[in-house]
């Protein structure tokens, strides 16, 4: 089974996901951590972000890689925490654009997602790495709170360059942060992590039935 997670940054999709996964014993698919990855390798060559073709090429020669511990790798190098940097939340956006990038990056997603249970988190997930999931969930919340829960996560930016740097990322990721017409939303905004999950869980105990 394919459980498909959707929506903004600080929505709450990976701790949603990552709580979901291991309630379930589903495997987990950051797919925001691939174009993360990239976003740092580009950056370590120097390579132009905005140009369609040296940065697919590069996605075409260093695949992702998720250990079963979770952690990421590009190119030889464990960026796991290098991809949760400031930096990286600015220029992600420019390089997941790219045409060629998220073609190489779907087919890779599609390949880790047809290998048993699993729950992708993403922006597309539903629309388009795995139109054919099971489940579709689309988080949203309000941008205060979204905000705030990701300065919890980068105590080292002020409030305000970071509600500046989530505006300017929800602008350009907004072509492909469209739910899915079948995906089911759930605003986070006074929900706690445990409460979407259990509701997430209820519905895919529902689609099994019903599935059945
Ligand atoms: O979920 P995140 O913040 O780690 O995602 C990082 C960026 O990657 C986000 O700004 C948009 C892009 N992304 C995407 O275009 N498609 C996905 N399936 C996942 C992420």
Redesign the pocket.
């Given at each position: 089974m394919i459980v498909a997670i959707?929506g903004p940054?600080g929505a709450g999709?990976?701790t949603v996901a990552r709580n979901l996964a291991g309630r379930l014993g589903f495997r987990y698919l950051?797919?925001?951590?691939?174009?993360?990855a990239l976003t740092w390798l580009a950056m370590r060559e120097g390579l132009p972000l905005a140009e369609a073709e040296p940065i697919g090429e590069l996605a075409r020669r260093n695949p992702v890689v998720f250990d079963d511990a979770g952690r990421v790798s590009i190119a030889g190098a464990d960026v796991t925490a290098a991809?949760r940097q400031a930096r990286i939340?600015r220029m992600?956006?420019v390089?997941?654009?790219h045409h060629d990038v998220?073609e190489v990056?779907r087919e890779r997603?599609r390949d880790l997602g047809h290998q048993g249970n699993v729950v992708i988190?993403?922006?597309?997930?539903g629309t388009v790495?795995a139109p054919d999931a099971e489940v579709k969930i689309y988080l949203q919340a309000d941008p205060d709170i979204r905000a705030r829960r990701r300065q919890a996560e980068r105590p080292d930016i002020g409030a305000d360059a970071l509600a500046t740097d989530l505006r300017a990322?929800d602008k350009?990721?907004r072509e492909?942060m469209q739910p899915a017409e079948d995906a089911v939303l759930i605003d986070t905004t006074d929900l706690e992590v445990d409460d979407v999950v259990t509701r997430i869980e209820a519905l895919i105990r529902e689609r099994a039935l019903t599935t059945q």
């Open positions: 959707d940054a999709k990976s950051d797919t925001g951590a691939m174009y993360r991809i939340d992600v956006s390089v997941a654009r998220r990056m997603q988190e993403g922006r597309d997930i790495v990322r350009l990721d492909r």
